[in-house]
């Protein structure tokens, strides 16, 4: 079977075409570089997306921090990682690379502040 | 009046990268005034990662990537006046700022470096007809409003313009709760990253609709619904096609402005097709000792490409500050067939550059082609070619002749 992805490791966004059997790959082409054909079999077998949301900060200069990932989790757990998410408040001070949740739901990922935010 | 060696306007991406290196260079003098409450410009409201895959090798988010040039920038003691506002510069080079901390300043420089970046194009710009509800943000205004200050701006959205914020943006409401129910961009092609309509639209199936565009607003106080219709070849809709769509917010991502009006104040003109300055092979504008680098002048795809072009700036500004001149430019570099816009539009013919292109519409197995008196300097074959996607050429001296002017094209 032949589909066609778009790589979304990084913004060339190269058109891969893989011709595949269910999750086994068996050749690509289109992509620009190794972590294409990496991207496909991901994709295939166990898609992963990073995310980016915000938590909320008491006695800070500014009422968010911005948080992300620091590792992929299955497409199909975003949503649960966001309610994990939106129940944190923190207290300022908050430094940028603080750990807001260690391996959030046991996915292997921690949610990292990317900001700092000062107290008042 | 006071006197600074540099004054740099805007401290966002390309103002602290350019900053950096002329520090780098030897400048000590430097002077950076911001407009907001902090430095690091849009990038301190791009919460989503994807920034400085090419600069540090890994995927950050755009207040992290900010916040490196911020340490650097403190560490190096380059000084940073922010809460201050640019409100003239002359073409002799003096910048009248005011802000609440820094009061009225009027400063003389040796150089200026224009790095203010760009603004969204509003619904002003489309004079899209009906009502003027609450509820209709650009893409840029919803961002700051979700990510800097906890509003949630809607629950129902529709997006008009395939633009990257617009992209991201429809993520971002969907992670927060609401319903995007489509985008829909005028054009036949997206205008935004291929990855960002996978990873953004598809991921969350929020459609796409290409050939649509909004043609009239609806509601009293708060927008209650659009209606949209299909678009033909000339944008215009297409009657019979019409649909209403219920909503309570309206996203627009319908392109970028680089933010010139300072420029113009000191002389510097402004290329119809980027918005942005003329400018040579040193970024420097038609005003000696004027730079600008980044989405001042022209509208960049990502950070990371920022950053160098502001650092190549910086090395001639210094340059011109040490030597007090740069070698003249006086060939053109002109954008030919199916080619939207070139930087820089002067060269010298005797240095390196980068050359950054957009073709005016999609193309698929072409060449890029650029030529000095029909001579080819380069050519480069690509799949694919698309308005969304800039395309940056390194030029080698060794290759140009000093005695033709350029022109780009594509074959």
Do not use: W
């Not at chain 1, 500014?62 to 994990?84: G, H, K, N, Q």
């Not at chain 1, 300022?92 to 935010?117: H, Q």
């Not at chain 2, 953004?200 to 509601?219: A, Q, R, S, W």
């Not at chain 2, 509208?299 to 072009?309: A, C, K, N, Y």
Request: proline fraction near 5%; include cysteine; hydrophobic fraction near 40%.
């Amino acid at each position: 079977m032949k589909t066609v992805f778009t790589c979304i490791v990084c913004p060339n966004g190269c058109e891969i075409e893989a011709e595949h059997e269910g999750k086994q790959v068996l050749s690509v082409t289109g992509a620009r570089c190794p972590k294409g054909e990496a991207y496909v079999k991901q994709e295939l077998s166990d898609p992963r997306r990073t995310i980016a949301s915000s938590v909320c900060v008491t006695g800070g200069v500014l009422p968010l921090v911005s948080v992300r990932l620091t590792a992929a989790v299955p497409r199909d757990r975003i949503f649960d990682v966001m309610r994990e998410i939106n129940r944190v408040t923190l207290t300022a001070p908050v430094k940028i690379g603080d750990v807001v949740i260690r391996n959030v739901l046991g996915l292997d990922s921690d949610v990292i502040a990317t900001k700092n935010v000062d107290a008042e | 009046m006071t006197h600074r060696q540099v004054i740099i306007v805007g401290g966002g991406p390309a103002g602290l990268a350019a900053a950096l290196r002329l520090k780098e260079k030897g400048i000590r003098d430097i002077l950076i005034l911001e407009r907001e409450k902090m430095p690091g410009g849009i990038l301190r409201q791009c919460i989503h990662d994807g920034f400085g895959l090419t600069r540090f090798g890994e995927s950050l988010s755009g207040p992290e990537y900010a916040q490196r040039f911020i340490d650097m920038v403190e560490k190096e003691g380059i000084e940073c006046i922010t809460d201050c506002t640019v409100l003239d510069i002359t073409p002799d080079k003096v910048v009248t700022a005011a802000g609440r901390e820094c009061g009225l300043l009027q400063i003389r420089a040796d150089a200026i470096l224009l790095t203010m970046g760009c603004r969204e194009r509003t619904r002003g710009a489309l004079a899209t007809p009906g009502t003027r509800p609450a509820g209709v943000y650009t893409a840029g205004v919803a961002q700051n409003y979700i990510n800097l200050q906890n509003i949630m701006v809607g629950h129902e959205a529709v997006i008009l313009g395939s633009g990257d914020i617009g992209l991201i943006m429809a993520r971002r409401l969907t992670l927060e709760g609401a319903h995007v129910k489509g985008v829909y961009e005028v054009q036949s092609y997206p205008n935004g990253l291929a990855r960002n309509i996978r990873q953004c639209l598809d991921d969350y199936n929020i459609p796409l609709y290409l050939k649509h565009t909004v043609v009239e607003i609806k509601g009293r106080e708060r927008l209650t619904g659009v209606t949209v219709a299909e678009c033909d070849e000339h944008f215009a809709p297409i009657p019979g096609t019409e649909q209403e769509i219920p909503c309570d917010t309206l996203i627009l991502s319908v392109g970028l402005i680089p933010e010139n009006e300072l420029s113009l104040a000191a002389g510097v003109e402004l290329d119809p097709r980027t918005r942005g300055a003329y400018v040579d092979e040193n970024c420097q504008t038609g005003v000696p000792g004027i730079f600008a680098a980044g989405n001042v002048l022209h509208v960049h795809d990502l950070v990371d490409f920022v950053s160098l072009e502001a650092e190549a700036l910086a090395d001639r500004a210094a340059e011109y500050l040490t030597e007090g001149s740069l070698p003249a430019c006086g060939l053109k570099v002109i954008a030919g067939r199916d080619i939207g816009h070139v930087i820089p539009q002067r060269i010298s013919g005797t240095r390196d550059f980068t050359l950054s292109l957009r073709v005016s519409h999609p193309l698929a197995d072409v060449s890029v082609v650029v030529r000095q008196n029909g001579r080819e300097v380069l050519r480069r074959r690509m799949r694919k070619l698309l308005p969304a996607e800039m395309l940056q050429l390194p030029m080698k001296a060794v290759n140009l002749s000093d005695d033709a002017d350029m022109e780009v094209s594509v074959e």
